[in-house]
């Protein structure tokens, strides 16, 4: 089955800077990379995706890559600001299996 | 407004003792979902549902049971076999289950042990 990896677990910046998560998946049949924001005590909220058929997707300051031949995505968020804080999971998907990386607790410092 | 909401938010368990954990949504979603999450742990698949009348097992199903009796419920009992029942859980659904849809997610529900 599939597995997702994802780098780092914790990750601090200064707001104003730029960030980084990276995921890895081991089954080529993937087709759909969601990314999710938890923030405390809530449930997860879906803020980007993207399908395998693209290689970029933008949405204001955030963005997300894919790279199918590396079995690799990666979210890029710009202009980190304190509410960017939380824990940001990546997950890959074939049809009703959806798996998920152990996530990355974001830290925005003022 | 749509969404997807779980009761109660905090829940304790006696030993020995069943609980059930309530997820209801009005976004018209065909497929739904459990999961189960532990600190410093990804989401990880107890059960779904597909369609009414029908669920599969996921990764993590042992202790657990479901129902999908109405197309907008979807309850989970965590039954005494669940040894490790102390964690946040989250329900979720998506148009189907067969087209990568995003899947929605509810505030949770968070289980400890008395």
């Known amino acids: 089955g599939e597995n997702v990896e994802q780098h780092p677990s914790t990750l601090s910046v200064q707001e104003g800077d730029s960030a980084v998560i990276k995921c890895t998946y081991s089954d080529s049949a993937s087709n759909y990379f969601p990314w999710y924001k938890q923030e405390l005590g809530k449930g997860p909220q879906l803020i980007i995706d993207i399908r395998s058929n693209v290689g970029e997707k933008k949405d204001q300051r955030i963005a997300v890559t894919l790279n199918k031949t590396a079995k690799h995505f990666s979210l890029h968020i710009t202009e980190t600001q304190p509410e960017d804080s939380a824990v940001y999971f990546c997950?890959?998907?074939?049809?009703?299996?959806?798996?998920f990386g152990a996530g990355t607790r974001l830290t925005v410092k003022p | 407004d749509g969404g997807i909401t779980q009761s109660p938010k905090y829940l304790f368990r006696k030993e020995g003792q069943n609980v059930t954990l309530s997820c209801e949504q009005n976004?018209?979603?065909?497929?739904m979902y459990w999961y189960r999450q532990d600190p410093g742990q990804g989401l990880r698949l107890i059960y779904y549902s597909q369609i009414v009348n029908d669920f599969q097992k996921g990764d993590i199903a042992e202790g657990y049971s479901v129902s999908r009796e109405k197309k907008e419920s979807f309850p989970l009992t965590v039954t005494s076999a669940q040894k490790n029942p102390t964690a946040f859980y989250l329900c979720?659904?998506?148009?189907?289950?067969?087209?990568?849809?995003?899947?929605?997610f509810g505030d949770g529900t968070r289980l400890s042990i008395l």
């Open positions: 976004l018209n979603h065909d497929a």
């Open positions: 979720a659904s998506s148009m189907d289950s067969m087209r990568n849809q995003p899947q929605h």
């Open positions: 997950a890959a998907s074939y049809g009703n299996d959806m798996r």
